[in-house]
T-cell receptor, first 115, second 112 residues
Framework: DTGVSQDPRHKITKRGQNVTFRCDPI?????LYWYRQTLGQGPEFLTY????????KSRLLSDRFSAERPKGSFSTLEIQRTEQGDSAMYLC?????????????FGQGTRLTVV | GENVEQHPSTLSVQEGDSAVIKCTYS??????FPWYKQELGKRPQLIID?????GEKKDQRIAVTLNKTAKHFSLHITETQPEDSAVYFC???????????FGAGTRLFVKA
């Protein structure tokens, strides 16, 4: 599968623990996005990278959340001191850089359950 | 802030009938409107998109219309088939596409 891949697919953690997710975008894609999706809702924007630069971060993203894309390829999303409200599907997406907006290709997501 | 509202939340149609899903957006700077289909347990996938310089776009059984003045856009699926059953999300983004705002989704059931 040469699409966007995310690891792990599922993560169960105890409240208060830290978790880290990884996203590998499609290789030629400069843009990378993280979204969060809860049951019955659409994907909710968290943050955006163009190459290694984090250009936008949602106000919804508390200080417990941090994302990196150190070499402009894969990205990690870390959640510190997890809370039950963090339970959700975390989706990564990528798209090529173009002047116009274009399709975002989503990964399968990482389902986080905080117990 | 930016917002996309989507209706209905659930839609049930008979196979062969048409289905229409409607969305409104709040940010007048929005200029790109993709529609994604998400089957159970799978990733969202683009089915059609439209840019603000176009009023309508069609791809086989799927069409999207855009009314910029009213800030409305709609998805039309004709001759529905059971495999069209899924959750459909509308979305809106501005030039640059940094942030795409999604609607809450419409769960479409196509009864055979």
């Amino acid at each position: 599968d040469t699409g966007v891949s995310q690891d792990p697919r599922h993560k169960i953690t105890k409240r208060g623990q830290n978790v880290t997710f990884r996203c590998d975008p499609i290789s030629e894609h400069n843009r990378l996005y993280w979204y969060r999706q809860t049951l019955g809702q659409g994907p909710e924007f968290l943050t955006y990278f163009q190459n290694e630069a984090q250009l936008e971060k949602s106000r919804l993203l508390s200080d417990r959340f941090s994302a990196e894309r150190p070499k402009g390829s894969f990205s990690t999303l870390e959640i510190q001191r997890t809370e039950q409200g963090d339970s959700a599907m975390y989706l990564c997406a990528s798209s090529p850089w173009t002047e116009l907006n274009t399709e975002a290709f989503f990964g399968q997501g990482t389902r986080l359950t905080v117990v | 802030g930016e917002n996309v509202e989507q209706h209905p939340s659930t839609l049930s149609v008979q196979e062969g009938d048409s289905a229409v899903i409607k969305c409104t957006y709040s940010d007048s700077a929005s200029n790109y409107f993709p529609w994604y289909k998400q089957e159970l347990g799978k990733r969202p996938q683009l089915i059609i998109d439209i840019r603000s310089n176009v009023g309508e776009k069609k791809d086989q059984r799927i069409a999207v219309t855009l009314n910029k003045t009213a800030k409305h856009f709609s998805l039309h699926i004709t001759e529905t088939q059971p495999e069209d059953s899924a959750v459909y999300f509308c979305a809106a983004s501005t030039l640059g596409g940094f942030k795409t705002i999604f609607g809450a989704g419409t769960r479409l059931f196509v009864k055979a």
